[in-house]
């Protein structure tokens, strides 16, 4: 057992952290303020990394990439989280690029693979729909073969960056015959074509991140058809090898809870600094220890990695403990607040940029996407623990 | 980062395992409540036999002379059975103590018998009054009381701070038992039927070869402290550890509706819970363990392992009842001893308001 990292693991973290000192902006406030007025910013600071190798840190060498171990793709998004710096492409370089090394033509990875490693391309991923959200592989969305290509019809929502995409990866269904996860396929489409249409939709924090996506007779090449025709499924959930220590979301916690700690010390409470109060004390205690406890399990989760296993009850241990975590520690950020509470970012006087008001309405969607923490806790208890199924 | 074991260290814990599982079964455990020392002495025989009661001992002292990490790897299995006795007093702390605090007469006098499991040592860490020394002779005469003292009516060797009544420094004394004007009290009901009790020293005579630490024992004192919370959260985390298992066991043959009740959500939900407080507290606590193994300043990852256990293994607990239903609530079936360890756990070598400080000094706080 050793709990540090290695010197080498130390020496990328602090060039990356030299980095990012230069790269943003002196005024800035940080993504998740509004991802959307940073949007130009982060297409620049894609296009950087994407020079310096670091959007491909995880990539093989035979794709240009770095093929940096788990651990130090951990500190390159723990840095880059902790630091709210934009840029990073979690759906095109991170979910869209392995799967075409492993599932894709040679045609496919030569026109795909390059645009994303430039950083030059926005994807998107079209996997919900309206009446399949953790029942996934019910998803309705119809392919028909049509010539030498599918024609599309269908709805997909909760699209993140759909209004910002210049391409989709999405699941359709090729046979409504056969059992539910068999007659799925995986398809490319270029976010332009024709019968494609975008709906934003606001989320409770008055933001614009996702959008229903409509595909009405949308044609798709069959040379945009990713493996076998009815294995999507098989695509979708190909084990991507890369890190999935959920480590994005314990590291935006450690950073609010940094920023309520600075705050506290700051701010006047009755007989003195809120970070003095017996009341305040405990709760800063309780929650710094499972921000702690947190990190070391997406840390192990990228050893597990590391060492070959695919750690399916670490990772699901590691989102329900940093969503459940973000959501108390910017519950309890508003409660340290007060009356301050309610300033939006809008108003001059707001605590914090009014950031912890947006932290906390954004991270309401935390236990819900990427498999509600209920599913992860199903996935615990039956892959994890081996109890019986109940579905 | 490494979350491994190396191939000693497996050997180590599955060596213990297997002893340990076998020899204290929830039986031993409950007819040991009541024995004087809380280990039979033939299981105590076996213990020192398997070289953990001299573990962390140098071997010139009889000792394995192995670290923190090993003796954390036998402790979490202790947990795990939530054995009874003095081990954690003894072999942990007191050696602890004797390693840091003692000059080499003290060491090579007072180790090799506790590392052979002939003798017992208490090292009073947590009493809530304070004995005075003053100079006698070229000895020093002790008075006061101490109360939550550790193994008090069985120790050999006591382990105790007292004020040095001139200069007011914490001095450190380790004074035999039989020693004239020591006076142990009786052992006190306690919620898991350790051995605590109150330690009167009516101007006990000692000798000068008794004072461990000549100088200010404060330092020694808050370094065991810290050993004692880092490898109590060991403990603690083998306990929940343990009742995790036994839960996900009861879960998936108690049927209920025509099926094991393990295969209901509502209850894969609490077992899941479990096992999430369970891996994010065990890594806190083997990384205090790592920390104080390497030296330097360990009060803060001591301080998170320990606040971490505290809220993890009462947690675990309390799900694993209401997993288990009427029939974790008697006194027949063994969840009692774990809930009842748990409890005992989180009240010793700090609470978590007592790591509170040194938790939130790593925000800054």
Known sequence: MRFEFSDAEEKFRAELLEWIRGALPADYAGAGEDPDADWDLNLKLRRELARRGWLTLAWPREYGGRAASHMTQVIFNEEMGFHRVPGRDAFGARMLAPTLMVHGSEAQRKQFLPPVARGEVQWCQGYSEPDSGSDLASLQTRAVGDGDGFKVNGTKIWTSLGHRADWIFFLARTDPEAPKHKGISFFLSDMKTPGITVRPIVNMAGEHHFNQITFEDVWVPRAQLVGEINKGWYVATTLLDFERSGIDYITAARRVLRDLAEHARMTKGPGGPLADQADVRARFASLAAQAEASRILAYEVAWLQGQGAVPTREASMSKVLGTRLMNEVTDFGLELLGAAARLDRGTDSAPLRGRILRARFDCIAWPIFAGTNEIQKNIIATRGLGLPRSY | ?365
């Open chain 2, 1 to 365: 980062m490494d979350f491994g074991l190396t191939e000693e260290q497996k050997l180590i814990r599955d060596g213990a395992r297997q002893f340990l599982r076998t020899t204290a079964t929830g039986a031993y455990v409950r007819e040991m409540s009541a024995h004087p020392t809380g280990c039979r002495p033939d299981v105590w025989r076996q213990i020192a036999d398997l070289g953990w009661t001299g573990l962390i001992a140098e071997e010139r002292h009889g000792g394995a002379a192995l670290g923190m990490i090993e003796l954390a790897i036998v402790i979490e299995e202790m947990g795990a059975v939530a054995f009874p006795g003095p081990f954690f007093s003894s072999a942990v702390v007191g050696l602890s103590a004797l390693k840091l605090g003692g000059n080499r007469e003290q060491q090579d006098a007072h180790i090799p018998p506790i590392a052979e499991g002939a003798r017992i040592a208490s090292v009073v860490l947590e009493s809530t009054e304070m004995v005075s020394a003053s100079r006698a002779g070229s000895g020093w005469s002790l008075k006061g009381r101490l109360d939550y003292v550790p193994e008090v009516t069985s120790a050999d060797l006591y382990v105790l701070p007292a004020v040095e009544s001139r200069s007011g420094k914490t001095l450190l004394f380790a004074i035999p038992r039989g020693t004239d004007g020591l006076a142990a009290g009786k052992r006190w009901d306690t919620v898991s039927h350790d051995r605590l009790g109150e330690l009167a020293l009516d101007g006990a005579m000692v000798g000068a070869d008794c004072l461990l630490n000549g100088d200010d024992a404060s330092t020694v004192l808050g370094r065991l402290r810290l050993v004692g919370a880092g490898l109590k959260a060991v403990e603690m985390i083998g306990g929940a550890g343990r009742v995790l298992e036994m839960t996900v066991e009861y879960a998936g043959k108690r049927e209920q509706f025509g099926r094991p009740i393990g295969s209901f959500q509502a209850v894969q939900h609490m077992i899941a819970e479990m096992a999430i407080q369970v891996s994010s507290a065990r890594h806190l606590a083997y990384r205090a363990a790592w920390q104080l193994e390497r030296g330097g300043d360990a009060g803060n990852a001591v301080g998170l392992a320990k606040l971490r256990a505290n809220e993890a293994a009462v947690r675990v607990c309390e799900l694993a009842h209401q997993c288990h239903g009427a029939i974790g609530f008697t006194q027949e079936h063994d969840l009692q001893l774990y809930t009842r360890s748990a409890m005992a756990g989180r009240a010793s070598f700090g609470d978590s308001r007592a790591h509170r400080d040194a938790v939130l000094a790593t925000l800054g706080l």
